[in-house]
């Protein structure tokens, strides 16, 4: 790989994201509160051995999913042949997660894949934490917890440390940082934060960004979660002689404290 150009502070730069996070059922990005009624029961282990295997091409996706609460099979499905489309080698695999406060049992996704663009070689790797719904032969509701992704080109693992909060109180003001680990020894590094809308989220659009040139170590920024209950997504680059390094990260936006917890 050649030497990485970094673009002027005030060019905008075309921020190629993983196509929102990716996970398969988890490539749903709406927004969806935590406080819903009386849920269904969780997914069995074996609904869930057949989920994995349909996301990854053996098994019918749609026999899986039912239409419910955060959950539209149709979109799942789009979305899932884009991001095949995008890293045809894009493998899903579910595994149990941590139990919630309340007792509700969660799902992790994880879907690793990579692609070739030119001279930059691009590897994803993105995870989510689910509240799945199941009537024990489909899902049908979701509740996306956590979620973030990591997109890097080359082989160098740039090592960065993002302070973003999984969930925050509506109108709370808080910071959304990535630090660079390592110092950067005279390097020229420039990145931006920007943060997602609606559409973007549900379309799988990349954004244009903004770069400046980074003297501090890192990206800083403060922000504000709205005054109603959902989630805010941000899109974070980093250009680097080692490489690029795209990020997003969903933040959950609840309105009572409890809900931070979970």
């Not at 509700?104 to 719904?133: C, H, I, K, M, N």
């Not at 680990?181 to 943060?195: F, H, M, N, Q, R």
Request: charged fraction near 20%; avoid cysteine.
């Amino acid at each position: 790989m050649g030497p990485i150009r970094t673009p002027r502070p005030s060019r905008p730069f075309p921020l190629r994201l993983p196509r929102r996070p990716g996970l398969g059922l988890a490539l749903l990005l709406i927004a969806v509160g935590i406080g819903l009624p009386l849920r269904a029961a969780p997914p069995s282990a074996e609904l869930l051995q057949s989920l994995e295997a349909a996301f990854n091409g053996q098994g019918e996706l749609n026999a899986l999913l039912d239409q419910g609460p955060g959950l539209d099979p149709g979109l799942v499905e789009r979305q899932r042949r884009v991001l095949r489309a995008q890293f045809p080698d894009a493998r899903w695999q579910f595994s149990a997660g941590p139990v919630l406060s309340d007792g509700r049992p969660t799902v992790t996704v994880q879907v690793r894949g990579s692609r070739q663009d030119g001279p930059l070689r691009f590897r994803l790797l993105a995870e989510q934490q689910l509240a799945l719904d199941s009537d024990g032969r489909r899902i049908t509701g979701q509740t996306v917890l956590r979620e973030q992704s990591i997109l890097r080109s080359g082989e160098a693992e740039l090592a960065v440390t993002l302070q973003i909060p999984d969930a925050v109180l509506t109108g709370q003001r808080y910071d959304v940082d990535v630090l660079l680990d390592e110092p950067l020894d005279g390097a020229i590094t420039a990145g931006g934060i920007v943060e997602l809308t609606a559409e973007q989220v549900r379309t799988l659009e990349s954004p244009n960004l903004r770069l400046g040139a980074l003297g501090g170590g890192g990206l800083f920024r403060t922000v504000q979660a709205p005054l109603t209950p959902g989630s805010q997504t941000w899109a974070v680059l980093l250009v680097h002689p080692e490489g690029l390094l795209s990020v997003s990260k969903r933040v959950r936006v609840v309105a009572d404290k409890a809900q931070l917890k979970l």
